[in-house]
Structures are given as C-alpha cells and as structure tokens.
C-alpha cells in the first residue's frame, strides 16, 4: 500500500530485456537504503527489487504490467517518481494507492498559470465512472486532485513543491502517464454491478 506521496525521484541507467520482460536499473538517492523483495512504486507501478548495486537498484516488469502502463516507453535517462510502501502507523498524507495501475492517459495541454501549472489529460472513457469532481486520483504514483472532469478528460493543477520534486516538470502535451483510479470507488463500483447483476 502506498499514499501517492513521492519520497524520490530516480534515473533510469540501463533497459534489459529478457523474452517478454523487461528490467531497469534506476538510481537514486534512496538505493542504499533499499532491500531486495522490497516493494517500491515507481511512477504509481509496484515492482518489487530484485537486485542492488552501488546508488541504484534493478527491478523487472513482465508482460502483463508492461501492456497496462508506460513502462514499456522508459529508456535510458526517464525520470521515475520513487515511494516506498507505507509504514504501518504512518500518516496518510495522500489516499489509499496500491499500485495497481489501472489504464495509461494522455497529457493533452501543460498551462503555465504563474506559479502553478494546469494540467489536462484524457483517459479511455470506460472508466469515466471512476472519477469524481475533487475526487483523488494517481498519476504516475502522485495523489492528486482532480476537477473539470469529463467522460474522457479531467485537469490537476500542480503546486511547485510537486512540480519540483517529481516527473511532472517533463510531462507535455502528447506524453503518456500511468493512471491509478481511487481504490475506494472502484469497490462501490465492483458492489453496484453485482447487485444490479443479482
């Protein structure tokens, strides 16, 4: 379980591909302190680490995450939002995120707004049941909310600390991003269904 609340941001260093899987090694100021099985959200997907080395750490991504999110675009030098999973009894300054990417999104326009930036993306409108007017969602693993939304686009406005301190910075139009739906909505959702199924 993660909250969307980015601790870091890595560097992808090498792509390897082995059959249909992929591994990155992706430093980062936080390597060191990582351990191997440990599970790290890497923008909103959790992988788990399979190998360390000196400042950087190695996980791989199978086939059914690589059709499910951006992973498959990384190369050498992408910026990788970093969150460690939640400590129990720790606060949850974000929302509930289990990085468990549902859909990948398409960033339509980047407004600079003199010290915030406007952000607009587009989603597969058969999820448009899943997101609500100042409802919570993750964007490449930052808890973020959402407004003028739509069946097929919604906008997040970004602060400077968060501009700052993760990938959004090198988000623009036409880029894609990993889209984590409120875990919350999906189980009513899921509850909705079933009883109109009976």
Same mark, same amino acid.
């Given at each position: ?57 190695? %996980?791989?991504? @199978?086939?059914? &995450?690589?059709?499910? #999110? ?5 190369? =050498? *030098?992408? !910026?990788? +939002? /970093? ?72 906008? %997040?406005?970004? @602060?400077?600390? &968060?501009?700052?301190? #993760? ?5 623009? =139009? *036409?880029? !894609?991003? +990993? /889209? ?19």
């Amino acid at each position: 379980m993660f909250t969307g609340i980015i601790e870091n941001t890595g560097i992808v260093q090498e792509v390897l591909t082995s059959g249909s899987n992929r591994s990155f090694w992706i430093e980062s100021a936080i390597a060191g302190e990582l351990k191997i099985d440990q599970s790290v959200a890497h923008n909103g997907v959790c992988l788990t680490v399979d190998a360390l080395a000196e400042g950087r750490h190695r %996980v791989t991504a @199978i086939d059914e &995450t690589l059709q499910k #999110t951006h992973l498959g675009g990384w190369q =050498a *030098g992408t !910026k990788v +939002n /970093l969150e460690r999973c939640l400590l129990m009894g720790g606060r949850l300054d974000g929302h509930m995120v289990q990085g468990h990417v549902d859909t990948v999104g398409t960033c339509l326009d980047v407004e600079d707004k003199n010290g915030s930036w406007l952000f607009r993306f587009s989603f597969p409108p058969q999820f448009a049941n899943l997101l609500i007017e100042k409802g919570s969602i993750s964007l490449n693993g930052i808890s973020l909310t959402i407004f003028d939304v739509g069946h097929d686009a919604f906008s %997040v406005a970004i @602060i400077p600390y &968060t501009w700052e301190h #993760t990938n959004m910075h090198a988000i623009t =139009a *036409g880029d !894609k991003i +990993n /889209l984590e739906f409120d875990m919350v909505g999906k189980y009513i959702q899921r509850s909705i269904l079933l009883k109109e199924n009976g």
